[in-house]
């Protein structure tokens, strides 16, 4: 590539105690261009970009920032030199207004005081900068993720950023969201603004990136063109081919017995009277857009939010309303949609939240047999291929993905008969997705059943025998596998906005 880079990392290495993260991995940020890094679960993306942040120090390597070499004491040093990143946990402050948080540590004065008018003024320069139109008042808590996720991005351009690193920005937004923020991204580009872009979906590399830098297990590999096709982008990264995306077996040969009930679920204002069934060996996706409330469903039948009426039953047994621990034991296991919030204690080990669910059931003679457990985590652990230094490695310095894969772990572990999926694959790569839809076949296998919420349709039609769709809180249609079609899922999913559109008009 031509013209002096940004910013360089030159034969950067980084060891975490005994474990080396990151080994003599090369990688520059150009002007104008969007600099996409890959890599597999584990394999060192987010300390690169850390060490590009300032949050980490190389052990070897130099850092260059135009030409000459550098040293990011801290993540102020990187700022100060127009570096900025967008966390996948946002930086702003909830409760104060969008124009607070853009101007926040920077406030105008007059007269000692703050001075309102020039506040507004400023915030408002700053979203221009990028187009966005919101009102500077609103509470930046009540927006969506993607407009949160541009304010921070309006934020840091107000800061003068020249290079920006967006750390898998598109994880959580719609399909609509990504296109508003890739034409900011291509304005960007246009603007000279240098960015570095992490993303486990592949076809939005093509889209969006311009050169793409693959690493595996902390060792760079290639850097190839943003339009590599994508079996050699996931050949390079996984280092095999994976042939099948999503190998959904059917093998359970038993009785198909319901094993999850839901009658006549209804929260109000949103979940109105849901009413299915998941037999064993059977995987049943539910579909439907953001808001419908697929989520709310997940969360009351897993007894973690209350309903107002309907009942729920799991084997044959009620399960009382808003009892998690209920639900455990009658074989239940809940992969929630926020894992850091609801799914895993950060700081516990690898071998803990494994094991949280499990304690009891490898107990013998009312003694908890922590061995049993430990072996069993093991076991679990390495089927899913975490990548971690050891069970005692704690959950919050696993990558992203190896977390996920942490929480699912839980429940394989505990041996649960009823998996309820919400949004199973988020922040996971493409490798580890297929492991994740191989454990789904193996507990369908075994006859259990599984419901799995999520906001990829390709998953969904891939690993569900059954699809029910929600729209606006309902229940909008049943589809058999053979019969789905991305068209027919959507024609139901939009079913209730349309109505509500014909009967305004
Ligand atoms: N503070 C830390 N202490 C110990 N090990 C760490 C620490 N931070 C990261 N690691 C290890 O470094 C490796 C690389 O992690 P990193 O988060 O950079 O991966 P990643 O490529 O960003 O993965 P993902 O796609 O899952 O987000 C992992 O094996 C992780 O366990």
């Known amino acids: 590539?031509?013209?002096?880079?940004?910013?360089?990392?030159?034969?950067?290495?980084?060891?975490?105690?005994?474990?080396?993260?990151?080994?003599?991995?090369?990688?520059?940020?150009?002007?104008?261009?969007?600099?996409?890094?890959?890599?597999?679960?584990?394999?060192?993306?987010?300390?690169?970009?850390?060490?590009m942040a300032g949050v980490y120090q190389p052990d070897g390597g130099r850092i260059l920032l135009d030409g000459e070499p550098v040293r990011f004491r801290d993540t102020n040093a990187s700022e100060a030199a127009g570096i900025a990143t967008i966390h996948q946990e946002l930086n702003l402050v909830p409760s104060m207004s969008v124009a607070e948080n853009i101007m926040m540590g920077r406030f105008p004065k007059r007269f000692g005081m703050v001075d309102r008018s020039a506040l507004r003024k400023q915030a408002r320069a700053a979203l221009d900068l990028i187009g966005l139109d919101i009102d500077l008042d609103h509470p930046v808590g009540e927006l969506g993720i993607a407009r949160q996720q541009l304010v921070e991005i309006a934020k840091a351009l107000s800061l003068d950023a020249r290079m920006l690193i967006l750390d898998e920005p598109t994880a959580a937004l719609t399909r609509r969201e990504i296109a508003a923020l890739f034409s900011v991204v291509h304005d960007l580009r246009e603007r000279g603004v240098g960015m570095v872009f992490i993303s486990h979906?592949?076809?939005?590399?093509?889209?969006?990136?311009?050169?793409?830098?693959?690493?595996?297990?902390?060792?760079?590999?290639?850097?190839?063109?943003?339009?590599?096709?994508?079996?050699?982008?996931?050949?390079?990264?996984?280092?095999?081919?994976?042939?099948?995306?999503?190998?959904r077996r059917r093998e359970y040969t038993g009785p198909s017995e319901p094993l999850l009930e839901v009658e006549g679920l209804s929260i109000k204002g949103l979940v109105n009277n849901m009413s299915f069934t998941v037999h064993a060996g059977e995987v049943v996706g539910l579909a439907g857009l953001v808001g419908a409330g697929r989520t709310e469903v997940v969360r009351a039948v897993a007894g973690v939010d209350p309903y107002d009426s309907g009942t729920v039953t799991i084997r044959g047994r009620k399960i009382p309303r808003h009892n998690i621990g209920a639900g455990i034991k009658a074989g239940l296991g809940h992969v929630p949609e926020d894992r850091k919030v609801q799914g895993l204690v950060l700081d516990a080990s690898v071998n803990e939240n494994i094991g949280y669910a499990t304690l009891a059931s490898t107990a013998r003679a009312g003694l908890v047999d922590f061995k049993g457990q430990r072996d069993k985590a093991q076991d679990v652990a390495g089927k899913l291929r975490i990548r971690?230094?050891?069970?005692?490695?704690?959950?919050?310095?696993?990558?992203?993905?190896?977390?996920?894969?942490?929480?699912?772990?839980?429940?394989?572990?505990?041996?649960?008969?009823?998996?309820?999926?919400d949004e199973p694959t988020r922040g996971v790569d493409v490798g580890a997705k297929v492991e994740i839809y191989e454990l789904i076949n193996s507990v369908t296998a075994a006859g259990g059943a599984v419901l799995m919420v999520s906001s990829e349709l390709p998953e969904v039609l891939g690993m569900s025998d059954r699809i029910l769709v929600m729209?606006?809180?309902?229940?909008?249609?049943?589809?058999?596998?053979?019969?789905?079609?991305?068209d027919k899922v959507m024609t139901l999913a939009v079913r209730d906005v349309v109505r509500d559109l014909e009967d305004k008009s």
């Open 388 to 421: 971690m230094s050891g069970l005692d490695q704690t959950v919050r310095s696993l990558s992203g993905g190896n977390q996920q894969k942490a929480v699912f772990g839980r429940w394989i572990a505990a041996g649960a008969r009823v998996l309820l999926l």
């Open 1 to 51: 590539m031509n013209g002096q880079p940004i910013l360089t990392l030159e034969k950067i290495s980084k060891s975490f105690g005994p474990v080396q993260v990151i080994d003599e991995v090369t990688v520059s940020v150009h002007p104008g261009k969007v600099q996409v890094l890959l890599g597999e679960n584990g394999a060192g993306k987010s300390t690169l970009i850390k060490m």
């Open 201 to 247: 979906h592949l076809d939005e590399i093509a889209e969006v990136g311009d050169s793409v830098s693959v690493l595996r297990d902390g060792k760079f590999v290639a850097e190839v063109p943003a339009d590599t096709p994508e079996p050699e982008l996931v050949r390079l990264m996984v280092g095999r081919d994976i042939s099948q995306q999503f190998p």
């Open 471 to 486: 729209s606006g809180g309902h229940l909008s249609g049943e589809l058999a596998a053979e019969d789905a079609t991305q």
